[in-house]
């Protein structure tokens, strides 16, 4: 059973470029999180989609956007990169509903860095 | 105020030492609480959830007081592979997401031989 996967692992993007990172739920989980992670700094909340909607949006600008997909993979897109978005991007998988246990696994992230 | 705060780190402690992580945050609303741990440029793993009755997992032990939103964890007994960044995670309940986790700012431990 493979677990939360995500790619590419690194990538180095110049300043006003475009990125794409993606994310493969664990089998069975319905739900993707995104978020970033600073270096020094606790991850931050990016967004969250369930059933192909973004459900909740953190303290990030516009320039986030993402996508879930009908296999609940999930999609992180930036643009009009800032040397500020260099961090680790993590994908974090769970599941929506009741009776549901809410064990949250996180993929091993992408490293972004912007110069 | 940050959601979740955590004690301003590097903690240097020798081997066999006993060390104590705080945390506290702001939601009172908040039910779930977790410790997770990162090991440098590796994604984070849950440690342990963290109940009001305390709970204990081998050289670990973890506290909630609801009242004083208060978090801790304890390490006994430190052995050189504890040496890793701890962060105290809170759950969200608010906002329409599940499972959306806020992090605190982590405390590095250093395990020195």
């Known amino acids: 059973d493979a677990g939360v996967t995500q790619s590419p692992t690194h990538l180095i993007k110049t300043r006003g470029q475009q990125v794409t990172l993606r994310c493969s739920p664990k089998?069975?989980?319905?739900?993707v999180s995104w978020y970033q992670q600073a270096l020094g700094q606790g991850p931050q909340f990016i967004f969250q989609?369930?059933?192909?909607?973004?459900?909740q949006r953190g303290n990030f600008p516009d320039r986030f956007s993402g996508h879930q997909f009908p296999n609940y993979s999930s999609e992180l897109n930036v643009n009009a990169l800032l040397l500020g978005d260099s961090a680790l991007y993590l994908c974090?998988?769970?599941?929506?509903?009741?009776?549901?246990?809410?064990?949250?696994?996180f993929g091993e992230g992408s490293w972004l860095t912007v110069v | 105020r940050k959601e979740v705060e955590q004690d301003p780190g590097p903690f240097n402690v020798p081997e066999g030492a006993t060390v104590a992580f705080n945390c506290t945050y702001s939601?009172?609303?908040?039910?779930?609480f977790f410790w997770y741990r990162q090991d440098c440029r590796k994604e984070p793993k849950l440690l342990m959830s963290?109940?009001?009755s305390g709970n204990e997992d081998g050289r670990f032990t973890a506290q909630l007081n609801r009242a004083s939103q208060y978090i801790s964890l304890l390490i006994r007994d430190s052995k050189l592979s504890d040496s890793a960044t701890y962060l105290c995670?809170?759950?969200?309940?608010?906002?329409?997401?599940?499972?959306?986790?806020?992090f605190g700012t982590g405390t590095l431990l250093a395990v020195q031989p």
């Open positions: 989609y369930y059933e192909e909607e973004e459900r």
């Open positions: 089998s069975g989980h319905d739900t």
């Open positions: 939601n009172s609303a908040s039910q779930s």
């Open positions: 995670v809170v759950n969200a309940v608010y906002g329409g997401a599940t499972n959306k986790l806020i």
């Open positions: 963290v109940y009001s």
């Open positions: 974090a998988s769970s599941v929506t509903g009741t009776g549901k246990r809410n064990t949250i696994y």
